[in-house]
């Protein structure tokens, strides 16, 4: 019975390429959310996403960020043209049926350098 | 607007002592809250929830209250032990499902 899955847990980047960071939610999970937890932080929401759909990305940057969530495969959030400010760590949460189930289950996170 | 906070920033305890863990909401329209405990290096764990139309729920060890009047949670741990030492999230829930966090307490238990 696996919990929410993500890779790579370390990925550094320099300024200006892009980083991939993927999200295999729980078997039985159709519901994906991102966070970022800058250090000494709380988390911060970036976008909410079933199969296929955008349904929340009132926390995404404007520019350089995107999210996806195909029928087959892991959500990917990428990052383009990475900037020092984008170190943080990045959290990936799941849960059964949005918000009718509550319950989100947080992934282990993927830590970004940005050099 | 959306403002969930925590009082202290760090909380020390000696270990078999209990805990008490606060935060402060602003959205007095939110009716689902949640407290995460996260390890270093660790994704946030779920410890427990509660649902506005409560005031007091218990867990193993845990008990969360909600003061809807001041808009105030706590998370109560008895019996403190050394495993416990992690930082602790309260969060409420969004009417789109979005989880919004505090800072954050830092809970050091001492041997």
């Known amino acids: 019975n696996a919990g929410v899955m993500q890779n790579p847990r370390h990925l550094v980047r320099r300024r200006g390429q892009e980083a991939r960071l993927r999200c295999s939610p729980m078997?039985?999970?159709?519901?994906v959310y991102w966070y970022r937890q800058l250090p000494e932080e709380g988390l911060k929401f970036m976008v909410y996403?079933?199969?296929?759909?955008?349904?929340?990305e009132s926390g995404m940057p404007k520019e350089r960020f995107s999210a996806e969530f195909p029928k087959e495969g892991p959500s990917i959030l990428r990052i383009q043209q990475v900037v020092r400010g984008d170190s943080a760590a990045y959290f990936c949460?799941?849960?059964?049926?949005?918000?009718?189930?509550?319950?989100?289950?947080f992934g282990p996170g993927t830590r970004l350098t940005v050099t | 607007g959306e403002n969930v906070g925590l009082h202290l920033p760090t909380l020390s305890v000696q270990e078999g002592d209990n805990s008490i863990i606060n935060c402060a909401y602003s959205?007095?329209?939110?009716?689902?809250f949640i407290w995460y405990k996260q390890e270093s290096g660790k994704g946030p764990q779920f410890i427990i929830d509660?649902?506005?139309?409560?005031d007091k729920r218990q867990g193993q060890r845990v008990t969360v209250l909600l003061n809807k009047t001041v808009k105030h949670l706590s998370l109560q741990i008895a019996a403190t032990q050394p495993g416990d030492s992690a930082v602790y999230f309260c969060?409420?829930?969004?009417?789109?499902?979005?989880?919004?966090f505090g800072q954050g307490t830092t809970l050091q238990v001492k041997p």
């Open positions: 949460a799941s849960s059964q049926v949005g918000r009718i189930s509550y319950e989100q289950y």
């Open positions: 078997k039985g999970h159709s519901h």
């Open positions: 996403l079933q199969k296929e759909n955008i349904i929340d």
């Open positions: 959205n007095s329209a939110s009716d689902y």
């Open positions: 509660i649902r506005s139309n409560m």
């Open positions: 969060a409420e829930m969004s009417n789109t499902g979005k989880l919004i």
